[in-house]
């Protein structure tokens, strides 16, 4: 950043001013690198959001209709968020960092909606400065208007053309009545391959020739077939394709399908659904959900991808794919669910993040099953120098399939070093009880620990023999 001009301006413009900035550039100028630094640097209290899930969870942030709790519908200037109808009811917290932030970034604005920036607009000034546009929030606007553009259907630009000239964000009516900075980033950082970015930059700006094609098309593997469990994710053209292999995926798994019909208020027409009118479901299906969590929890978001491990009439049970986490008040936490502390690579994936302490919530039924995620919550707990906190479920439900016996006991357990107890356990609670479990910890030990330790066990992986990395 100290040898570009154009990023010096880019902080400068954030860190000392008040105007709003949209920091363009093609692939490898920087952007990325910038919000990173920006997060790790700068004073102002900043909100991250992005379009989609992936672009969230690349930026570090969620989603813009998570954070705002926004509709998917078009948004109509002067009618949708007046109307009687309509009611958004955020918690205190979130009212109180609506209120306290001084920076809103958007990553991948090219994708951002008109009416979707104008509907952010209406939100932040029933909560701050009514007269202001965004209340008063400066914003920083990170994307490439020649990469991907807004979705918009027929139907709903049938309802904004009467009042944006383009679904681009830079319609904004509220953009509009701000004089905002744009800094095109020139400068190209990424020089792992260069040869690919020319490509992309290429298609970019609609240059792509004979030469460019024949290079993409030399990576097309006819008769491709992976494995499940590599992950891949098919694309499609078009709606009916993808419905043809997700019908002939679905078939191919055994087991018992289980159907789910939608519950329609109102009337809509048939191809404004989000999903199939008629859900089928089989153990071992992916997944993707079309919803963010609105509770506190946040277990799924719009575009997260999972796996059904369990279902019957009444209901479906997934386990996500995504791993990562969490940055809250008291520490950097994790969360592995009860089986899934068994397998040492993914707490070892959450503690390369920085993970502090790990949650194992868990159901066992009996004590042979108990011992197993209590012996390997305390190994994850050495090996990766953090806190585990095992929490599981305890009396019986005689009526509830698979929840009328258990056997559990909670505990907090710690690294196996001078600073901690000897036998790696801060707190238990008592076996088969109800009860709360409440222990002190103490972070600045684990730093200590990383350092100073007796035994360094994060350091002294042998990562000249293997590697551990997440699957994308």
């Not at 509770?295 to 999972?306: A, D, H, V």
Request: proline letters at 4%.
């Amino acid at each position: 950043m100290e040898n570009n001009p154009e990023l010096q301006l880019a902080w400068q413009f954030i860190e000392n001013t008040g105007t709003h900035l949209f920091l363009t550039g093609k692939a490898g100028t920087g952007k990325t690198t910038f919000l990173r630094r920006l997060k790790e640097h700068t004073p102002k209290r900043m909100v991250i959001l992005a379009p989609t899930g992936i672009a969230a969870i690349n930026a570090g942030g969620v989603t813009i209709h998570s954070f705002f709790q926004l509709s998917f519908a078009p948004f109509v200037p002067e009618t949708t968020f007046n109307s009687s109808q309509t009611h958004y009811r955020y918690s205190k917290e979130k009212r109180n960092i609506i209120r306290s932030m001084d920076l809103l970034v958007i990553d991948e604005i090219s994708m951002v909606r008109a009416d979707l920036l104008d509907a952010v607009d209406a939100t932040l000034r029933r909560y701050r400065d009514r007269e202001k546009p965004f209340g008063g929030v400066q914003l920083l606007m990170i994307g490439d208007l020649q990469q991907l553009a807004p979705v918009v259907k027929d139907n709903e630009w049938e309802l904004l053309r009467k009042h944006y000239e383009t679904p681009y964000f830079f319609a904004s009516h509220a953009l509009k009545e701000t004089a905002y900075m744009t800094i095109e980033l020139k400068k190209v950082y990424r020089q792992s391959d260069t040869f690919f970015l020319s490509l992309l930059n290429k298609i970019r700006e609609n240059k792509a020739d004979d030469e460019v094609l024949n290079e993409l098309n030399r990576r097309y593997q006819p008769g491709f077939q992976p494995q499940k469990e590599e992950g891949y994710i098919r694309l499609t053209t078009h709606n009916n394709q993808a419905q043809r292999v997700n019908d002939c995926e679905l078939a191919s798994l055994p087991g018992k399908a289980y159907h789910f019909s939608a519950e329609i208020e109102g009337d809509f027409p048939e191809y404004s659904y989000p999903a199939d009118k008629l859900l089928t479901i089989k153990e071992g299906a992916q997944i993707m959900f079309l919803k963010n969590d609105p509770s506190s929890e946040k277990r799924y978001y719009n575009g997260m991808i999972g796996e059904v491990v369990a279902v019957n009439e009444t209901g479906i049970v997934v386990r996500g794919k995504l791993l990562q986490t969490f940055d809250t008040d008291c520490a950097k936490i994790g969360v592995l669910i009860c089986y899934d502390v068994e397998f040492p690579e993914l707490s070892r994936l959450m503690a390369d993040q920085g993970m502090q302490i790990l949650f194992v919530p868990f159901l066992t039924d009996t004590q042979n099953a108990y011992s197993r995620v209590r012996v390997c919550a305390q190994a994850r707990a050495i090996e990766n120098e953090c806190f585990v906190v095992i929490a599981g479920s305890v009396g019986n439900l005689p009526r509830v399939h698979n929840m009328d016996i258990q056997y559990a006991q909670s505990g907090v357990f710690t690294p196996c070093d001078f600073a901690f107890p000897t036998d790696g356990k801060r707190a238990e609670a008592t076996p088969n009880t109800e009860m709360i479990l409440v222990s002190d910890v103490d972070l600045d030990l684990l730093n200590e620990l990383h350092t100073y330790g007796s035994v360094r066990n994060l350091k002294d992986r042998r990562s000249d023999v293997y590697e551990v990395r997440l699957k994308k």
